[in-house]
């Protein structure tokens, strides 16, 4: 009797750490980003773990960027996945996931990467357009420029204070979980901190220098250059190719409390690679136990080959094809002075979707 009660408050345990495994719970922040933050909103409802209570406590006036930068994530992980089997319309789930990224999947790898991209460009950019006490433009960029009469001058974006704080902030989860010695939270604490980083990598490496001409009209004698992030949507392409690429890897132990991932082939990984610890399902089947929904009902076109066709998409089980009648802004005019007029058009198209 007692060694069964014992057992299930192991078991228990096991599931309450289990559960907590995850470092992605506060993409269900629920307030908007046009909304101030105050002490009370740094609670359990926006999916905060551990240290960051005490983050958001801390940095008021950063978290309404934080906020931001969950509707950002949630945008571009659907908008890059939209023609894949698994389209991420289970992040809606946060703070309570599915299995598909409870588990150390490809599909988790991307999601976190993204997240933290997003937290570092969202925060980065608020310094720059001077929104935030706590930071403004970026220090003088250290590389040579081209041109000899070419100057850093302007507002670089000041990624470094971007970096700091999604690492802080996105980090934390994870940091305190290597503390424990589980061996399955470790390595997937190491899994997750690997992709968190990698996904500010991108952010950085997807920076530009742009120049401004001086000089007597249009003469450009000297140019003025500064440090800017390009558009997040170049930076989820980049995570995405990443995610494509994704390297598998196991965990293995050296010596006492040493955990390192190792890729699970031959092939080494750069501090820029996404990688994964457990196989990802086909997502092609509804399944609850995998996490998946199954791409039956979906969208697909009969007229293409790879990802997006309904060969992709459909995995076999065929598809069917039907008229649907839509509602189209048409004969647009513009109206003198400021707006545009639009007629409504019935108009039917030809859909297909998976059986
Ligand atoms: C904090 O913000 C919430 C809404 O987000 C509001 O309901 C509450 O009254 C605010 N509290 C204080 C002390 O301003
Ligand atoms: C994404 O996939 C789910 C489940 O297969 C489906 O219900 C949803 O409509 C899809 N979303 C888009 C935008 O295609």
């Not at 189209?328 to 007629?343: A, D, L, N, P, S």
Request: proline share 2%; hydrophobic share 30%.
């Amino acid at each position: 009797m007692e060694i069964l009660f014992r057992t299930t408050t192991i078991l228990l345990i096991l599931c309450v750490f289990a559960q907590k495994l995850h470092g992605i719970r506060w993409l269900a922040i629920k307030l908007s980003s046009e909304e101030y933050w105050n002490r009370t909103d740094c609670s359990k409802v926006h999916g905060f773990a551990g240290e960051q209570y005490k983050i958001c406590r801390r940095s008021l006036s950063v978290m309404k960027y934080v906020s931001e930068a969950v509707e950002m994530s949630k945008t571009e992980c659907k908008s890059q996945l939209k023609n894949r089997r698994w389209n991420c319309s289970t992040i809606a789930k946060a703070p309570s996931f599915y299995n598909d990224l409870k588990r150390g999947t490809k599909e988790s790898a991307f999601t976190y990467s993204l997240a933290s991209a997003a937290v570092a460009y969202s925060v980065t950019q608020a310094c720059s357009i001077g929104r935030l006490e706590v930071c403004g433009c970026g220090r003088t960029p250290k590389m040579k420029l081209e041109n000899k009469n070419w100057l850093w001058g302007g507002c670089s974006d000041n990624i470094a204070y971007g970096v700091r704080f999604s690492k802080k902030f996105t980090d934390a989860v994870e940091k305190k979980r290597m503390k424990g010695q589980e061996p399955t939270a470790t390595s997937r604490a190491l899994m997750n901190l690997h992709n968190n980083e990698a996904g500010r990598s991108a952010v950085r490496d997807k920076m530009a220098v742009v120049c401004r001409c001086h000089g007597v009209s249009g003469s450009c004698q000297t140019k003025t250059c500064f440090r800017r992030l390009s558009d997040f949507k170049d930076v989820a392409t980049l995570l995405k190719k990443k995610y494509d690429t994704i390297i598998n890897v196991v965990s293995q132990t050296k010596g006492r409390n040493k955990h390192m991932l190792r890729p699970r082939r031959g092939k080494r990984y750069t501090p820029r690679d996404l990688i994964a610890l457990d196989p990802s399902p086909n997502y092609c089947r509804k399944s609850e136990s995998r996490g998946t929904l199954g791409t039956s009902g979906r969208e697909c076109n009969p007229e293409t080959t790879g990802k997006g066709s309904c060969a992709y998409m459909c995995c076999g089980r065929g598809h069917h094809t039907f008229k649907r009648e839509i509602e189209e802004r048409c004969e647009c005019r513009y109206i003198w002075c400021c707006y545009v007029k639009c007629k409504k058009c019935k108009k039917t198209i030809t859909v297909s979707t998976c059986n």
